[in-house]
């Protein structure tokens, strides 16, 4: 069929149309790339000819700064301070070996340092920076960032390091922080990053462990670009992460101090509590130990020490350790006896020094004997016999019962490491434990803190708080987090009726400001500090019957490990109490020599602005406590220093 004129000219003017639109949009097309390319190679030339010259972009992340730790006053003990160190990346040093060899000859590195590193470097994937030295001195510091051309893949930076200012003093609360390890790993399901950075720290112990996640922060990430040599050529990219939030103990720095040296270097701990909400004034354990140590890499020599030493410095008594309460625990048995009514506080029991049972002699530690005693006087006097009679009146069952009602036999969330939960042991428990059926010679033992029964010096600390204030007053450690004060728990009542509790509070009374009390000589005179409290002395031997009929061998004539424990409880003041006290010495002979006067020297600290006053103690004592206090290695208000500390 052919076209028409028309027809030809209608296909001519569609095909010019499509040959217009086509070519007007390869023009646009070629325009647009027209100036990307001008874009790309002159706009960005210096850009990209780096990047031609094989460099390459990293990303890397930012370690944030950990949360400060502060006392309840604002005073730090967990701090950090700036670090200089080197790291290397082996996938830019190329020849690790030769690399890190040239390093060693910049700055001080043993020859095993030198052959850790390089294996520690081998063992990771290739882009993960490795920390080769820290706290570095500035002069070393330069002289790395000078030879950085000869060093590639080295790579100088200034970051921070943990710093405890107040050492021994802390080391047992707060703790320490140390490199990541794999065990610390395996126990997260999904760890963060950065702790697969190596060498970076985290708590170990004490409250930098058990509120890492809080003092850690969100870690940043920065975008680098390092040449083929392996040099960083600059940084395009930073985005900051997020601090790690600050901590405020209920501890006072200068209480915990005067406490430590107060202890000295006995094997001992004591802990100072806050009545009326439960916080932690003091939680001393002695002997301490420099937590900056750990932190900056023990060496075998002193961590052998430290772990030889047979005070053992590295554990902290003060909740781990776990000793039987000797007679501070009366005041349990007492009270077990007075709610279930099998006594009242007038009850006398008749003391001849012993009584016996299946053919077995308990004695009472006065050989004589305390003749007819009440309640009082036999927590004045610390008469065993009149427990032993009343706790087999009572049962083991109803004294476990009030013993776990004042604090006892549980564990107390407060982070701390190795809380012990102690033992409070009833019928099931000997049954469950050792398969034994509980005899009435289990109940006489530990009518005296004896037996099975143990405790912690915390765990004591809780139980005169509980007896002074009537309410289940919970220990606290932490007062604030980001400045945010935390909620004070209210303590609810024991249920206990306070006639009994009146009773047991008057014979803690007469103990220490009784004319009989075992711990008279400790008294408070001033009469508005007037303490209360009860010693105690728990055996760590079984004393034989030949040796009671020769006559008991002296503390003083025993090797130190087989010494007696002292123990001390007490709360001040008697009549409006406001902190309560339990001391600790291991080995130390007697509750009322050892325990006693250290308990009011922390008590009197703990209720005055600074040392204690000489007005508070007996006129006889005053020139030798004011030398003592004279002597105390005490830190410096201001400066924080402290003279060394040394055990003969």
């Not at 190596?198 to 996640?213: C, L, N, R, Y």
């Not at 932190?295 to 410095?313: A, F, K, Q």
Request: net charge neutral; glycine share 8%.
């Amino acid at each position: 069929m052919r076209r028409t004129a028309r027809d030809s000219e209608e296909v001519a003017r569609t095909l010019n149309r499509r040959t217009l639109l086509l070519g007007g949009a390869m023009s646009a097309m070629v325009a647009v790339l027209g100036v990307r390319m001008r874009y790309l190679q002159v706009d960005q030339a210096d850009e990209f000819r780096l990047l031609a010259e094989e460099n390459r972009i990293n990303i890397r992340l930012i370690p944030p700064e950990r949360g400060l730790i502060q006392d309840r006053n604002g005073k730090l003990i967990a701090a950090n301070e700036q670090n200089y160190r080197v790291v290397i990346t082996r996938e830019a040093a190329g020849d690790v070996d030769l690399v890190l060899r040239r390093l060693a000859g910049i700055i001080p590195m043993t020859p095993e340092e030198l052959e850790r590193t390089i294996e520690e470097v081998k063992a990771l994937r290739a882009f993960v920076p490795v920390t080769v030295a820290e706290r570095l001195s500035w002069e070393d510091f330069s002289k790395v960032a000078l030879n950085a051309p000869a060093l590639p893949g080295v790579v100088p930076e200034v970051g921070l390091s943990r710093l405890y200012p107040l050492d021994q003093d802390f080391a047992h609360v707060v703790g320490y922080v140390g490199p990541v390890s794999e065990k610390d790993l395996e126990a997260l399901e999904t760890p963060d990053p950065l702790l697969k950075i190596p060498k970076f720290q985290i708590g170990k112990i004490g409250v930098e462990k058990w509120m890492e996640d809080t003092l850690r922060g969100r870690a940043g990430t920065k975008r680098i670009e390092v040449n083929s040599a392996g040099r960083v050529m600059r940084e395009l990219e930073r985005q900051e992460g997020d601090p790690g939030t600050d901590i405020r103990l209920t501890i006072d720095a200068g209480v915990q101090n005067f406490a430590q040296a107060r202890l000295g270097e006995e094997s001992a701990a004591a802990v100072v509590m806050d009545v009326r909400n439960g916080d932690i004034l003091c939680a001393a354990s002695s002997p301490s130990f420099d937590p900056n140590l750990f932190v900056r890499g023990i060496s075998h020599t002193d961590y052998n020490l430290l772990m030889e030493d047979d005070h053992r410095p590295l554990a902290n008594k003060t909740v781990s350790g776990a000793y039987p309460p000797g007679s501070t625990f009366k005041m349990v048995t007492a009270l077990a006896a007075l709610e279930a009514g099998v006594i009242t506080a007038d009850t006398r029991v008749s003391c001849p020094g012993y009584i016996e049972f299946g053919g077995r002699r308990f004695h009472c530690w006065k050989r004589a004997g305390h003749g007819t005693v009440s309640l009082e006087r036999s927590l004045s006097e610390s008469c065993d016999v009149y427990y032993y009679d009343i706790a087999q009146r009572v049962g083991i069952d109803k004294i476990a019962e009030m013993g776990r009602k004042l604090g006892l036999g549980q564990r107390f969330d407060i982070p701390m490491s190795a809380v012990t939960e102690g033992i409070m042991p009833d019928k099931q428990w000997k049954m469950e434990r050792h398969k034994q059926d509980w005899r009435i010679g289990d109940t006489i033992n530990a009518s005296i803190g004896q037996g099975y029964v143990l405790t912690s010096p915390i765990q004591l600390a809780v139980m005169t708080a509980r007896i002074a204030s009537g309410r289940a007053v919970v220990p606290r450690l932490v007062r604030m987090v980001n400045d945010q004060a935390l909620p004070e728990p209210e303590a609810a009542p024991l249920g206990l009726t306070p006639e009994h509790l009146a009773a047991v509070q008057r014979g803690m009374n007469e103990v220490v400001n009784g004319e009989r009390g075992t711990a008279k000589s400790s008294r408070v005179v001033d009469p508005t500090l007037v303490m209360a409290g009860k010693t105690g002395t728990s055996q760590v031997r079984n004393i034989s019957a030949a040796e009671r009929e020769a006559g008991v061998i002296s503390n003083d004539d025993l090797p130190w490990n087989r010494r007696d424990h002292a123990l001390f409880v007490g709360y001040a003041p008697y009549d409006a109490p406001r902190y309560a006290i339990s001391v600790v010495v291991e080995h130390g002979g007697g509750g009322s020599t050892a325990a006693a006067p250290i308990a009011r020297d922390i008590l009197l600290r703990a209720l005055s602005d600074g040392l204690p006053s000489l007005d508070a103690y007996p006129s006889s004592q005053r020139g030798r406590i004011e030398t003592m206090l004279n002597e105390l290695p005490l830190r410096d208000p201001i400066t924080g220093e402290t003279p060394v500390r040394t055990r003969a």
